[in-house]
């Protein structure tokens, strides 16, 4: 088969006429339509390029330890990838801790960043060794008394206000007010615990640096306020959400830590650890989606392509994450105004309604760029269909 690859790029078949295309390379393009032996639909990790995702965002905040939270993708690949980079982890359920502790990774090192959490899940990462958790409300500190003094160490999670919100907002259901963490604070030490740090979290996708910067102000008010009460701030946890391209291009990830770090060198002392918590930055850009037509049909002067993968499975992202992925594909035909659904029998199956492509027939193959971020982890397989397996190369 010859491929046009200039063809893919130019017809593109981005969502809403953009241009980028969320690490779809040529070459990675030519590796998915020449990969007939595999059956779609399926996913191809690039194992390389985990670790230059680590390596970029260790250089942009070099003071700042990375702790990949789990939640947006626990394959073995990318856990063990970090792992090697020197990473660390922040998980929040029983099953994302034992898949890590499989690295061999001390457990006292991770960080449990789940504000609430079940007395069964408290008690099982505590029973496994684990110390540090995130709690932002007093009936969490009610659950710290089940412990022996000084078994655990807390970090207190905080909100603030911002003009601008993130693509996802995960202020909207955790984090205190500014004005609650100094009483709890004071509510940990009477628990027995040790208060340890605070952390905050601006959003998942924040495209917007001065949200970090904003907060990182605001810790740094809040551990003055701890010192005078003489409470000790040892870490502050500054969350994850750095963006990575999908259908639009985002600043380079040095460009868009530059005043993240200016601000972390400028009000966080020296001796106080700082961590983030990435996961799509890590996760979503080395993952691609390859799918398949598997039927065709014009209705009301638009062609639906039905594939083997859709909003149950794979694009959930869609549905969760508010993300649109870039689309590719090597067709040739004329442009038309096309539907992309999914396999399912149920209506709502339907991801891009009205994007441009080019015409295909069944059997032809698209590709679905930066789908390594919560898209595999919040699918299901309604409809018993097959989901997409994994296939790491490089």
């Not at 007939?36 to 970029?56: A, C, H, M, V, W």
């Not at 639009?248 to 700082?274: K, M, T, Y």
């Not at 149950?312 to 004329?334: A, K, Q, R």
Request: proline share 5%; charged share 20%; aromatic share 10%.
């Amino acid at each position: 088969m010859t491929l046009n690859v200039t063809s893919a790029f130019d017809r593109g078949s981005q969502a809403g006429g953009q241009t980028a295309l969320g690490g779809l390379t040529p070459e990675k393009i030519r590796y998915h339509f020449e990969r007939t032996d595999l059956e779609t639909p399926f996913l191809t990790l690039n194992r390389s390029e985990i670790g230059r995702q680590y390596d970029l965002l260790k250089a942009a905040l070099p003071r700042v330890d990375i702790h990949y939270t789990v939640k947006p993708n626990i394959h073995d690949v990318i856990i063990s990838e970090v792992f090697n980079r020197g990473g660390n982890y922040d998980v929040c359920s029983a099953g994302e801790i034992e898949t890590v502790l499989k690295t061999g990774i001390n457990p006292a090192a991770l960080i449990h960043s789940h504000p609430v959490k079940s007395i069964p899940e408290f008690d099982y990462a505590v029973s496994r060794g684990l110390q540090t958790f995130v709690i932002d409300n007093p009936e969490e500190v009610k659950k710290l008394t089940r412990y022996p003094k000084g078994r655990v160490k807390v970090i207190i999670r905080f909100r603030i206000e911002t003009e601008s919100v993130a693509v996802v907002n995960l202020q909207y259901k955790y984090g205190c007010s500014v004005d609650e963490v100094l009483p709890l604070a004071r509510a940990i030490k009477e628990a027995g615990q040790e208060y340890h740090g605070l952390c905050f979290h601006v959003g998942s996708q924040c495209l917007y640096s001065d949200n970090y910067v904003k907060a990182t102000k605001a810790a740094a008010g809040l551990i003055r306020a701890l010192d005078e009460a003489g409470f000790k701030t040892q870490v502050l946890d500054i969350g994850g959400g750095f963006p990575i391209e999908y259908t639009e291009p985002v600043p380079a990830i040095g460009d868009f830590c530059a005043p993240i770090r200016r601000a972390l060198d400028e009000h966080i002392s020296q001796d106080i650890r700082i961590i983030s918590e990435p996961g799509r930055f890590i996760a979503g850009g080395p993952v691609t989606l390859c799918a398949g037509v598997v039927g065709k049909a014009v209705r009301d002067g638009r062609v639906w392509y039905y594939l083997d993968d859709g909003l149950y499975s794979t694009f959930s992202g869609m549905l969760f994450d508010h993300c649109n992925y870039p689309v590719v594909t090597n067709g040739t035909g004329t442009d038309r105004l096309s539907v992309l659904a999914g396999p399912t029998c149920d209506s709502f199956d339907v991801m891009y309604d009205g994007i441009i492509l080019p015409e295909m027939n069944v059997g032809d193959r698209i590709l679905f760029g930066a789908t390594g971020a919560y898209c595999s982890v919040s699918g299901s397989n309604f409809n018993a269909l097959r989901r997409p397996e994994y296939h790491v190369i490089d």
